[in-house]
Nanobody
Framework: QVQLVESGGGLLQPGGSLRLSCATS????????ISWYRQAPGKERRLVAG????????RYEESVKGRFTVSRDNVKNTAYLQMNRVAPEDTAVYFC?????????WGQGTQVTVSS
């Protein structure tokens, strides 16, 4: 049974930091690329960051470059999204996605709210 479980979300003030985790099981994590998406209220789900299976390449949506860092631990089967200098516009539900080999798996999401 494939599972992706995001955690680490919460309420924080502008300028703060947060690290999201995506713990996985039920598939060969090290063979899949990982992406983080977010969905704000009333908006479409959008790609935030991605990392290849071997961590040799990463990519970021323009608004988070220099603030967010995606990483993964192929021993722990877990991916991370380090969020620094957050802003109210980062408020959203954050989802992790594992994709590759014609398959795509999603977690249930974790809420991040940035507010003063």
């Amino acid at each position: 049974q494939v599972q992706l479980v995001e955690s680490g979300g919460g309420l924080l003030q502008p300028g703060g930091s947060l690290r999201l985790s995506c713990a996985t099981s039920g598939f060969t994590f090290g063979r899949y690329a990982i992406s983080w998406y977010r969905q704000a209220p009333g908006k479409e789900r959008r790609l935030v960051a991605g990392i290849t299976s071997t961590s040799d390449q990463t990519r970021y949506e323009e608004s988070v470059k220099g603030r967010f860092t995606v990483s993964r631990d192929n021993v722990k089967n877990t991916a991370y999204l380090q969020m620094n200098r957050v802003a109210p516009e980062d408020t959203a539900v954050y989802f992790c996605n594992a994709w590759g080999w014609g398959e795509s798996y999603w977690g249930q999401g974790t809420q991040v709210t940035v507010s003063s």
